[in-house]
């Protein structure tokens, strides 16, 4: 067990953190007289807990059918709502009020640390924002003298308005990883070199550029269509064929990728999680906001690769 | 050809509207069984990514500190603070915002902004901008969430290049040797500025359209609300009156 816990990286503690606060959420569920569904919410985020905090000890086909079981409570029905015990609307008035701007100050803290422990050593943005959410806990509890245990209904409020989207990023990671065995990509990055005319410069950059967005469009992913299209368009057609600097095509056709990130409902935790987080009723409203940036973006990315060819 | 059908299976089922969830999945099952891949392997591959990716899904760490403050007036807070900036506009909040973001994320900050800073401050900050006090429409307080969060992701994409050793860049670089050409992160970090550049410009000067724009969906609001179409309900979000009766929701 001792020697277990010597192994375990630093990420692997965020992991058994995030783990830890779900089987509270779960277990608050699970007792939860009020919640219309407290069974299946209780054990979906158990399962997700369990797959937090054990995830890196089970085969992977356990893991596999730890999800499987999550989208069976999804596909009945079994998610819902419960009793937070939350405050009315004249409390938070009176709150904001007796407490002032201080309430800020948690806030502000979790962006602070998180760039004070990325920035200035080793251990990462992402271990950054466990401890840096523990101390914005300890100083939120201490400026609004709330109980841990409200805290963590509070929290569970807000989980349970995201419900199952919260596992969908991870989901569509295996959905790409999947298309990648399955070689979708290849045959994808194929299918646009053949159709692209080879001795026309502009044209294939528009279809390198093109291309990385739609592709990453479908996998949800720029970096998984990076690979791809680069080693199908860009390299052979614009380096091996009209000599252009691998230097500044790679870069640039990334960021053409990233244009179609900001267009695809693919990458769920860009841009469908938010709408959940955020309480929007429109599951397309962070897409629909991002679309008119990313068509002129990708715009400018296909120029401004030509221009410094 | 037929390994494509996995792609088909997502844009029908997203497209009629079946959870996305339950979508994803079938599409996984589609594409591997027609790539001949067993069910096990199918689950396996599941599995494997799911576990790899849970960085992804760090955000419940953050949820009790942001309910707690939003249980004791985080929201009411940011309402007045934002009533006493005259010159506060939801626009030029998101520019700020949005600066803030792409400096940090090319100094190697990959933080959580959607739910750090989105939810607890940008977004209710911004919507008091708009409100002025006045109640608006879910669909009007939705058009600010959207353009809230794209702040974040469009901060994010278009700045983290500018850091030498991030993650885009690194895996450039080793596809490109992959491919038989060496390249120097110091060269391709040069690359990304001027898209970086274009991105805050085309921004901000989407900021100044919709700061137009939003005050037009606001006024639409209190027209209907004059009509007697919309309602305001306890937390001062227009209605329907049917919709009020079921619990304003």
């Given amino acids: 067990m001792l020697e277990l816990l010597y192994k375990m990286q630093p990420l692997d503690f965020v992991y058994l953190l995030v783990g830890i606060i779900l089987v509270i959420f779960s277990i608050q569920s699970f007792v939860d007289k009020d919640h219309n569904h407290r069974i299946g919410t209780g054990l979906f985020w158990l399962l997700y807990g369990i797959s937090f905090i054990f995830g890196s000890y089970m085969s992977k086909e356990i893991n596999g059918w730890l999800v499987i079981a999550m989208a069976a409570i999804v596909l009945f029905k079994q998610l819902g709502k419960g009793n937070y015990f939350e405050s009315a609307i004249d409390f938070k008035k009176m709150e904001a009020l007796r407490i002032g701007n201080v309430i800020f100050i948690p806030a502000l803290l979790v962006g602070i640390i998180t760039f004070i422990i990325g920035f200035f050593t080793k251990l990462g943005a992402l271990v950054g924002l466990a401890i840096a959410s523990i101390i914005a806990l300890c100083v939120a509890l201490y400026i609004t003298k709330a109980k841990v245990g409200q805290s963590f209904h509070e929290g569970r409020r807000l989980l349970d308005a995201i419900g199952w989207t919260a596992i969908l990023s991870q989901l569509l990671a295996a959905l790409g990883y999947l298309f990648n065995l399955a070689g979708v990509g290849k045959l994808i990055s194929s299918m646009v070199a053949s159709i692209v005319p080879a001795d026309n410069v502009f044209l294939i950059v528009v279809a390198y550029c093109i291309g990385m967005a739609f592709f990453t469009m479908i996998m949800g992913n720029a970096f998984a269509a990076f690979a791809m299209i680069t080693s199908a368009i860009g390299v052979p057609m614009l380096v091996a064929g009209h000599g252009a600097n691998p230097a500044v095509i790679g870069p640039i056709a990334m960021l053409a990728g990233y244009c179609g990130t900001l267009m695809t409902p693919m990458a769920a935790n860009f841009n469908i999680v938010p709408v959940a987080l955020l309480e929007m009723k429109d599951t397309y409203g962070v897409i629909k906001a991002q679309i008119p940036v990313a068509i002129v973006m990708l715009t400018l990315n296909i120029l401004l690769m030509y221009y410094f060819l | ?249």
């Fill in chain 2, 1 to 249: 050809m037929i390994i494509l059908s996995g792609i088909l299976v997502m844009v029908i089922g997203l497209m009629l509207r079946f959870n996305a969830l339950l979508v994803v999945i079938a599409a996984g099952f589609v594409t591997g069984l027609s790539a001949g891949l067993s069910i096990n392997e199918i689950v396996g591959a599941i599995g494997e990514a799911f576990v790899k990716n849970r960085y992804m899904s760090l955000f419940a760490l953050v949820l009790p500190v942001i309910g707690i403050m939003e249980r004791h007036g985080l929201r009411e807070r940011a309402e007045i603070l934002i009533g006493k900036i005259q010159a506060a506009t939801a626009g030029r909040i998101f520019m700020i915002y949005l600066f803030v973001r792409q400096v940090t994320v090319a100094l190697g900050i990959s933080m959580s902004g959607l739910v750090a800073m989105v939810r607890p401050l940008i977004s209710p900050m911004s919507e008091a901008a708009v409100a002025q006090g006045r109640p608006i429409s879910q669909s009007t307080l939705d058009k600010i969430r959207g353009v809230a969060a794209s702040t974040d992701n469009i901060g994010n994409f278009f700045g983290q290049n500018l850091f030498l050793a991030a993650g885009g860049l690194l895996l450039i670089k080793g596809v490109m040797e992959q491919l038989g050409y060496n390249v120097e992160l110091t060269d391709m970090v040069l690359y990304g500025v001027p898209t970086a550049i274009c991105a805050y410009i085309v921004s901000v000067i989407r900021f100044f359209i919709f700061d137009k724009t939003i005050q037009a969906s606001v006024a639409q609001d209190e027209a209907d609300m004059k009509a007697g179409k919309l309602v305001p309900n306890e937390l001062n979000i227009l209605v329907t009156p049917e919709e009020l009766a079921k619990g304003g929701k």
